[in-house]
């Protein structure tokens, strides 16, 4: 797991405006920079320490970036580190902070477009921060490109500070070309291109520092974003009580596909029992009814061909959370099934919809929206980009600025349900605004049912009646904590056999 990161994720327009208050409420300028450059010579320092290395280049651009880097090298040359500093901006055009920045710099600067990477342990990239708003110029791209092509032939090492240059500091994009960085240093906060791909793949090991910004500038800034945590859900998270019993903890239902599509359905419904629903009973046709029964055991197994057997197994109020989708099969049969789960009722009841639960409504996604709107307890979707793609068109179809996390939010919009948008960095959006970013996972969650199996988790904490969005959060750092757990060689069955531990963890950490 990577190291443990504040909460809130800003946009880079919500940092500055968190910079501006700072300085506004007496806190000098040049302190917050005069921080932040110790923060980057300690990562620095760290490397070279591990490295054996002595000889520093630091790239500095023309902004507040560059003169954190004109700082931290003062700073490493008092360390009695070897340094050399090059500017890609002429020194008599800098202004402000960074002009000053730089006026203490006691050595020759060289020109960051001919400057030579030769005999270096490691360069600093301070070119450009998580203000960058447009596609670097020729001569940046040339120089970034060119650090790249040294990082990789030489083995050295690149630290970034902020974001790596080229990386769009808000969605994660990157603006032509982007310093590939073994370790960034950002400050007070994780923006969201650090946590969005590819920006993430760019960023090597994150940092974030405290510098001296006030916390109370969060007060104003409406934070909606967050980093997919335990802090973020931990206090929602249902653990069993003494005086408990298995009603108690929810009942969920979840959807069988034919005889030749059960197993799908059986890992979602393994898995809502291991992440803490008191029953679980698996709807089978009729025809598929043999081979559920056959292979499961904790779980129960009830007939219910099509959308009239579905309903006649949903009569019965105390199942509370339904999951359907692994393995239905792409149908207007399957639209109608979906289309019962989510029926107005009496009672509250929760939904989980994935695979081919959305794929049906592809033609048609404003019918399944009409039915998410209305459906009688929250809903979770949890499209992989393809389904994303097919059944969120209109958010897809734009000139590729928005990020993941944009696309996320305005599918919760439109269909009034929490997104779950899956992936390498896994956006989980609701409709009220708020969303979450996965800040890690990895990559043997590639693998046949793992997206059923989180299925079965989300539907196994909806049962147990936590909060959709937060419900959809939890359920995605579980099921790749699991993942984490287990590691190479991983294939589905092993994240529901790692849940166990992952609760272990968890009720360790509530219990301190």
Known sequence: MPSAFPLEILTTDQMARADRLTIESGVPAMSLMESAAVAIARATSQILQRTSGRRVLVLCGPGNNGGDGFVAARLLRAQRYKVRVASLTPLDQLRGDAAQAAAAW????????????????????????TGLARDLDSNASALVRRLNRWRRESGQNVVAVDIPSGVDGTTGAVRGAAVEADATVTFFRVKTGHLLLPGRLHCGALTCAHIGIRPSALDSLAVETFVNMPQLWRAALPLPQVDGHKYSRGHAL???????????????????????????????????????????TSVMVRPADGAKGLAKVLSDERKNAVAIGPGLGVSEESCAQVETALAPQAYRRAAVLDADALS???????????ATRAAPGPVVMTPHAGEFARL????????????????????????????????ADTVVAAPDGRASILPYATPWLATAGSGDVLTGV????L??????????????WMHARAAEIFGPGLIADDIIAALPQVWRELCAAQQK
């Open 106 to 129: 006691p050595c020759p600067v060289s020109s960051a477009l001919e400057c030579s990477f030769d005999g270096i342990d490691l360069a600093i990239d301070a070119l450009f921060g």
């Open 254 to 296: 979840v959807v069988s596909g034919g005889a030749s599509f059960t197993g799908a359905a059986r890992l979602s419904a393994a898995a809502a029992l291991r992440a803490g629903a008191g029953l679980v009973t698996l709807a089978s046709p009729i025809e598929a009814l043999a081979v559920n029964a056959s292979a499961l």
């Open 360 to 370: 049906s409504f592809a033609g048609d996604p404003e019918r399944l929206w009409r």
């Open 392 to 423: 969120f068109a209109a958010c897809e179809s734009d000139c590729g600025c928005r990020s993941k996390l944009d696309k996320a939010r305005e599918a919760a919009r439109a269909s009034g349900a929490v997104v779950l948008f899956k992936g």
């Open 458 to 461: 989300i539907a196994g904490l």
């Open 463 to 476: 049962a147990q009646r936590m909060d959709g969005f937060l419900a959809a959060s939890c359920a995605a």
